[in-house]
């Protein structure tokens, strides 16, 4: 996690889902019936090849469905905690006009792995990735994936026991230039939308970082409080190859 403030900073076939689109009248027993209509989705992301994602350019909810009356799951800002520009990783979106259309997308928020829908106008026009970055906390080692092949490969350090570094899929959500380029969080580092399961109290709720180091003879080991070190050439390698916006998958 980080302890420090940043410095720098064609439609496929797609399934449908339904959802209300008006109430009826109130049944028996106090129950609404509800009129549903189909809604044709798309897939926005693949990992490995291309992805999206966008940001955040109005102050929005994400919810549970395509619905403004949907259940709330997370709220989004315009800035992150760190004030970069907040980013959102796009999974799918509904079809019709960017005011009416609604875009499902991965949260940096706490608990881990939550998506939700957002109004399409609320987002920049996507912008596209091609790079996938796989996290094996098992194997000790991080793997960029670019149109399917491996460009970049190394040794890392991820959390203790005690600290683990948390399974799922994120993304790169910022680019962090630490204040010491020798210092405890190495030449460069990324922040992103992963948080720690246990240190909350940590800033930005214990966000997950992949960063440099100034202990390279560490790695690879089970080392850090829930990042993802590297040694720092590792890591200045990694900074050319991927760009914010790029999925997360931490095995």
């Known amino acids: 996690m980080f302890r420090w403030l940043l410095v720098g900073a064609a439609f496929i076939a797609a399934p449908t889902i339904s959802v209300p689109a008006q109430a009826g009248a109130a049944q028996p027993g106090g129950a609404a019936r509800h009129h549903f209509a189909a809604v044709a989705v798309r897939a926005v992301s693949h990992l490995g090849y291309t992805s999206s994602y966008a940001f955040v350019e109005a102050p929005a909810f994400a919810r549970t469905k395509p619905l403004g009356s949907a259940t709330v799951v997370g709220a989004l800002r315009t800035q992150t905690f760190w004030g970069t520009s907040t980013v959102v990783l796009a999974l799918q979106q509904t079809g019709g006009s960017r005011s009416s259309s609604w875009t499902r997308v991965r949260l940096a928020q706490r608990p881990n792995n939550v998506t939700g829908w957002v109004p399409t106008r609320d987002l920049s026009p996507l912008r596209q990735v091609r790079t996938w970055l796989r996290v094996d906390r098992e194997r000790l080692t991080a793997t960029l994936i670019r149109d399917g092949r491996v460009v970049f490969k190394a040794r890392v350090g991820v959390g203790q026991l005690q600290w683990p570094t948390p399974a799922g899929q994120f993304f790169v959500e910022e680019s962090l230039s630490p204040p010491e380029a020798n210092g405890l969080y190495g030449a460069f580092a990324f ?61």
């Open 191 to 251: 922040g992103t939308s992963a948080h720690s399961g246990v240190l909350t109290e940590w800033p930005n709720e214990g966000q997950i970082g992949i960063h440099g180091t100034n202990e390279p003879w560490l790695i690879p080991g089970h080392i850090s409080h829930g990042c993802v070190r590297m040694r720092n050439a590792d890591i200045v390698r990694l900074s050319k190859l991927m760009p914010v916006g790029t999925p997360i998958t931490i095995t």
